[in-house]
């Protein structure tokens, strides 16, 4: 027998074992207050996990005035391990979830980020440290980008789908806002010393100014402690999000779970691969200016329009707005191009701001129409494999497509993460072959032209497969 609609019987607690967000009396009773309540805390972990995860985007800017004697090549290479480890991570952090549950996961992946935070903050503090060692704090940075999968996929099991866009969206813009957050905090930290003697010593620049370099990691400690405290005490577990590895390994037979990926390379894979580049972009690029002025808006405006994406994707649809998105990217890009230095001039810097600054605004609006695509999708899939099924065939079918539907959400996410590692490492290789980034620039434009076409081929035209 049902629960009453006003109810959630947990014998374990943190676990609800009766969990009916489609249902409007239980959503509007109960479910929203719980699910909204699982959804700040998420979105706060996420935030922190963001910060750790691009926190080379800001340090490498530093290392060289703190004595660390490493090559533009070896700093653009720290600027993307952490991208490749998180994306690889989160292959298998998408399916944590139905094994761990969303609370004890959250807890579990929130605290493991203290780990690069302590040990950044005391590497920096000796000019001696080899540069192996930075790399595998890198590695390790890479854990907070494996947090996005499992987050997104569990907050996709709270709310209905006619809500799973803003939601979506939501968690993952705000999260996203931590890489702003950190590129704007962590200037200003390293120059005081916020932890007293306790933080240690800092360097003397030939200035005469000091630098706390090591505040870049020390200072998100105690703010990952509260968040673990947060998610172990106030989110919740759901049965329903349990299911088996073959429940969920079918997504690697769905054809769309593979084009999505694709196209989610090119919205978050150059939302997090330009805001791992920026600071190091602008400082090769034009070396006048101040990249830590500048570098945290990029992901600033990103972010702020990834929930903007998912909720006008809510209403028109989002392969229209996912279509229109890759095509004014690869005007952008084509305007960073106009806008950078050449053998003849000095470049606009005002002008190739604006151009990048857009990059992130398309980025993250796409960042929300293509994960806003998954959920319909799935559904529309399994509706039509279930179309002369019974009302238990039915459900069922109900249930695989929300299965499938996180599982995507959170391998695309994986996949897409790859972009963090490719584009500041394409930006370092163009430099070290041609001497000049031009050569990364257009094999990025090529990029999107192949997402325009499979957006346009399988979801927006007027007989398109899947049209979403």
């Not at 030939?206 to 630098?211: I, N, P, R």
């Not at 392969?319 to 084509?334: E, K, P, Y």
């Amino acid at each position: 027998m049902a629960s009453p609609a006003n109810k959630i019987p947990s014998k374990t607690p943190g676990l609800i074992t009766d969990w009916r967000p489609e249902d409007p009396a239980f959503w509007e009773q109960t479910g929203h207050k719980v699910a909204n309540r699982n959804l700040l805390i998420s979105v706060g972990a996420l935030l922190l996990a963001f910060a750790i995860w691009m926190l080379y985007s800001v340090v490498i800017v530093s290392l060289p005035r703190a004595g660390f004697d490493f090559s533009t090549n070896q700093l653009f290479w720290l600027a993307g391990i952490p991208s490749l480890s998180g994306a690889t991570l989160r292959i298998f952090y998408s399916f944590a979830i139905p094994v761990f549950g969303g609370r004890r996961w959250t807890a579990i992946s929130t605290a493991s980020l203290l780990v690069p935070a302590i040990w950044l903050g005391i590497a920096v503090q000796n000019p001696d440290t080899p540069y192996w060692q930075f790399a595998v704090i890198a590695f390790f940075c890479g854990l907070g980008g494996g947090n996005f999968s499992s987050s997104m996929s569990n907050i996709s099991f709270f709310y209905p789908k006619a809500k799973q866009g803003f939601a979506l969206g939501i968690n993952a813009g705000i999260g996203n806002l931590g890489v702003s957050v950190m590129q704007f905090l962590v200037p200003m930290v390293v120059t005081a010393a916020v932890f007293g003697p306790l933080g240690g010593k800092p360097e003397t620049m030939a200035d005469g100014s000091l630098l706390y370099l090591q505040n870049a990691g020390f200072i998100w400690a105690p703010f990952l402690a509260v968040f673990v405290i947060a998610a172990w005490f106030g989110m919740n577990d759901l049965t329903a999000a349990q299911s088996s590895f073959k429940e969920q390994a079918v997504i690697f037979r769905r054809k769309h779970n593979w084009l999505m990926c694709w196209l989610y390379v090119g919205t978050f894979g150059s939302f997090i691969g330009y805001s791992a580049a920026f600071p190091m972009l602008i400082k090769t690029q034009f070396p006048n200016i101040n990249p830590t002025t500048y570098a945290f808006l990029g992901p600033l405006v990103g972010a702020l329009t990834r929930s903007v994406g998912g909720w006008l994707s809510d209403r028109t649809g989002g392969a229209v707005l996912t279509f229109w998105v890759f095509v004014l990217m690869i005007a952008s890009v084509f305007g960073v191009i106009h806008f950078l230095p050449s053998t003849g001039g000095g470049g606009n810097f005002h002008g190739f701001l604006a151009c990048f600054l857009a990059l992130f605004v398309l980025s993250g609006i796409g960042n929300g129409s293509t994960f806003r695509m998954i959920p319909v999708i799935f559904r529309t899939l399994h509706d039509r494999l279930a179309a002369s099924a019974d009302a238990a065939g039915k459900k069922r079918a109900a249930h695989q497509a929300s299965v499938e539907s996180a599982m995507v959400v959170g391998f695309s996410g994986a996949i897409g993460a790859y972009g963090g590692f490719f584009i500041p490492k394409g930006f370092g290789s163009s430099i070290a072959a041609t001497g000049s980034v031009n050569a990364a620039l257009y094999c990025f434009i090529a990029f999107y032209v192949s997402c325009v076409l499979i957006t346009w081929w399988h979801y927006f035209r007027r007989s398109a497969q899947m049209p979403c």
